[in-house]
């Protein structure tokens, strides 16, 4: 391996071989020189897999992420009797597994990969691995643990120093993140998300190999990963369809339709529980709030209204993000001149007395969707939908994930002219 030529290792996590075929073509024209079969697709396609992208690309260097964790012998003769370069063995696997893959290796002329993902005592198990005589390892930040913020950055730098093998980094890498991979002391980038979901896996491996040429941050709207502190402007790309696929097809809050159809609700809520038509803790919620809070009020579902003009300008006063009403308001017209999302069961001119009975965050039950107070209200023309506090990183961070998937998708039926059921292969994946 040239000492200065950072390997960029394509990982093409697909389930579908036809779509792995495409981005493969595309990011090696792009500058990627190694193709991974990435573990969906070993464990949706099996060999097949490996063989076809052989058949394809003779001379590229073809590494199966098999993730092996036992039965080393026979998975590593198996990658390589089916035409890979490289196999992969989980780093945490026992060492006679470990031992094992190394000497099939050896037999069948295949190079194994020890992957590090999640690993306690990592300086021991390398040590470990790489007395068995490993080729490569990786220090690996798996996918699901990036969708809580994670990254394989903070013990790269320390692996690299004082690892006598390889390096490789996988986990997230994009155009911004990847010069911290190689100025840790990376020799091999794996990106998977960057170039696979990407809608041109061409242009997308390029920015790899030039921020890695230049040593420089190419900015990237998509494939980065929030923590809690970047959530709001996370949610500002999503839509609330996003956001229900993200959290596993999560329901959202029916029955309240938006007053400001095209102006999208995004707020931590300040819950109110009300009597119909007592507007009073509906107001006093407005100085509790603070910039940017969304108050979410239940008043049974019925009117009087409880909210109106006055209380919107109060609200806009407090820079407060939006309205929800499981009742009714009024002054819709005033509310749509001055642009303030607001969501509601019943619209009506009629309101009710300041009576003071309710109470102000207090937990919710609205729709049979709990809200408790803080939790993330987000809003747009399909509708609402709530996401506790606790869980807005990852919720944000799949969301985005399926916002890249269809990106992809999208580019690849209308540059094919094609449909969504041939591109992904939908009569095979019906759920049975
Ligand atoms: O190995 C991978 C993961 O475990 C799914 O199989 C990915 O190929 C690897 O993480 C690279 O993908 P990104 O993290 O999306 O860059």
Known sequence: MSEKHTIIQVALDFVDIHRAIKVASEAIEGGADWLEIGTPLIKSEGMNAIRRLREIFPDTMLVADMKTMDAGRVEMEMAAKAGANI???????????IRECVLAGKNYGIKVCADFMDTDAIDERIGIVEKCG????????????????????????????????????????????????????????IVGGYISKSENAR?????????????????????????REDVRNAFMKLSTANISDGRHRAKSIVGLYPVNPSIKLIGTAVTVRTYPGDWAKPVEAIDIAKEGDVIVIDAGGTGPAVWGELATHSAIQKKLSGLVVYGAVRDTAEMKQLNFPVYTKLVMPDAGEPKGLGEINVPLNISGIQIMPGDWII?????????????????????????????RIRKE????????????????????
């Open 203 to 227: 242009d997308a491996a390029n920015n790899i190999r030039q921020a890695v040429k230049e040593n420089r941050r190419i900015q990237t709207g998509f494939f980065k990963r929030v923590t």
């Open 87 to 97: 196999a992969v063995v989980m780093g945490n696997a026992p060492g006679a597994t």
């Open 379 to 407: 809003g747009d023309e399909d509708g609402l939908m709530a996401v506790p506090q606790a869980e807005s990183e990852i919720s944000v961070n799949y969301g985005m994930d399926c916002l890249e998937k269809e990106n």
């Open 134 to 189: 490993v080729d490569y390892i990786s220090i690996h930040t798996a996918i699901d643990d990036q969708m809580s913020g994670k990254t394989p950055f903070n013990v790269l730098r320390h692996i690299c120093e004082n690892a006598h093998t390889p390096v490789a980094v996988a986990g997230g890498i994009n155009s911004e993140n990847v010069v911290d991979a190689i100025n840790a002391g990376a020799q091999i980038v």
């Open 413 to 432: 039926i209308l540059s094919e002219k094609s449909s969504l059921g041939r591109v992904t292969d939908l009569l095979k994946w019906e759920k049975k």
